[in-house]
T-cell receptor, first 118, second 112 residues
């Protein structure tokens, strides 16, 4: 089945450690996104990528890094510079713009990764 | 920046009751979207709205794009236990996933 796979489901980070969250999609979508979700708040955009080998900072990029070497993959690294990393992280993708089907504004989400600090 | 005010923050209802929630903004949007998030999962799109005044249904769910383009409403009729979750509104002024602004969500609890 086509979809977005995030792993692991739960992740623990020690102080000073970098951790990487995986996101893979087989929907053939060009655009991919990372969101952070904190209790009682809306989703906040960390990074996004509209095409392979290109990505842009979102609203809360500090302390995070990404890469987009393949269309299917958009891993997120939470660095030691992120002092409050505990949150639920969601990866999403969207179809290419200009498809003519009015679908490119719709986001398709993975099932999330809960990151906690030890 | 743009912000969405979603209300209520949470609702506790009895199975079979109807539910209404809304989202307002100080800015206009060209697209309104409603998502549902089950506990521990990612949000899933319920309804997308593209024109002011548009009323769209998806089963027991009905959503409307406000005439002023600054608000949207979601109604759920005859609620059932599996309606439990967080409902997010989202707005876009321009087309593009990265231009999506999310509300803080309405957490719905349904008592059987």
């Amino acid at each position: 089945d086509g979809g977005i796979t995030q792993s692991p489901k739960y992740l623990f980070r020690k102080e000073g450690q970098n951790v990487t969250l995986s996101c893979e999609q087989n929907l053939n979508h060009d655009a991919m996104y990372w969101y952070r979700q904190d209790p009682g708040q809306g989703l906040r955009l960390i990074y996004y990528s509209q095409i392979v080998n290109d990505f842009q900072k979102g609203d809360i990029a500090e302390g995070y890094s990404v890469s987009r070497e393949k269309k299917e993959s958009f891993p997120l690294t939470v660095t030691s510079a992120q002092k409050n990393p505990t949150a639920f992280y969601l990866c999403a993708s969207s179809p290419p713009a200009g498809t003519g089907s009015s679908t490119n504004e719709k986001l398709f989400f993975g099932s999330g990764t809960q990151l906690s600090v030890l | 920046g743009q912000q969405l005010n979603q209300s209520p923050q949470s609702m506790f209802i009895q199975e079979g009751e109807d539910v209404s929630m809304n989202c307002t903004s100080s800015s206009i949007f060209n697209t309104w979207l409603w998502y549902k998030q089950d506990p521990g999962e990612g949000p899933v799109l319920l309804i997308a709205l593209y024109k002011a005044g548009e009323l769209t249904s998806n089963g027991r769910l009905t959503a409307q794009f406000g005439i002023t383009r600054k608000d949207s409403f979601l109604n759920i009729s005859a609620s059932i236990p599996s309606d439990v979750g967080i409902y997010f509104c989202a707005g876009q002024l321009e087309t593009g996933g990265f231009k999506t602004i999310f509300g803080a969500g309405t957490r719905l609890f349904v008592k059987a």
